[in-house]
């Protein structure tokens, strides 16, 4: 696998509407921009990018922990995203981040019972995409529903997919609303 570069980035609310959040509230973003073996045409076995996202998932996930900055154990919520560039296609991004991503990103963050919510792209350099963010244990714990965005101005190039996994801790700042049974 060809990495170009890591970006992480990493979100910390102290405030909102002028109110301190008393607690950690933070969000990080670790994102790789790697060649797509699989431009220019299209190929029936999509195996080498299910493989190269059990290889990534992992080291984006320990490079977001580190950017949070708390034990392991301590992660809440997380989320997936690739943006495939525009010689590739979308099957690429879903091959590379569904079939074998999870496991390795379960690993980093002790458990994750639920799915890795996700989405998915093709566009090219500077696109933007929003990475959705759920409980890792519980996919119906409206405090920890959120969001962040993702855009590398560079990135993907043609050639290139960029692929990114959000990990947090703490939830929205001021979460109030509850699931109905």
Not at 28 to 47: E, F, Q, Y
Not at 100 to 117: E, H, M, N, S, T
Request: hydrophobic share 45%; with cysteine; charged share 20%.
């Amino acid at each position: 696998m060809e990495i170009r570069k890591f970006v992480t980035t990493c979100e910390d609310i102290q405030a909102e509407l002028g109110e301190p959040t008393g607690r950690i509230v933070r969000k990080a973003v670790c994102s790789a921009v790697i060649t797509n073996p699989l431009v220019g045409k299209r190929h029936k076995d999509l195996t080498m990018l299910e493989l190269m996202g059990a290889e990534i998932s992992g080291q984006l996930a320990e490079r977001a922990l580190a950017a949070l900055g708390v034990e392991a154990g301590e992660v809440t919520a997380y989320g997936k995203a690739a943006i495939v560039g525009t010689a590739g296609e979308i099957e690429h991004a879903a091959a590379l981040i569904h079939p074998r991503f999870g496991a390795p990103v379960r690993k980093v963050v002790v458990q994750g019972l639920d799915i890795i919510p996700s989405t998915k792209k093709v566009a090219g350099p500077g696109a933007s995409i929003t990475i959705p963010i759920t409980n890792k244990d519980d996919i119906w714990s409206f405090n920890e529903m959120d969001a962040i965005e993702v855009c590398i101005g560079d990135a993907p190039m043609a050639h290139e997919i960029l692929v990114s996994v959000a990990l947090a801790v703490g939830g929205r700042p001021f979460a109030r609303t509850n699931k109905v049974s």
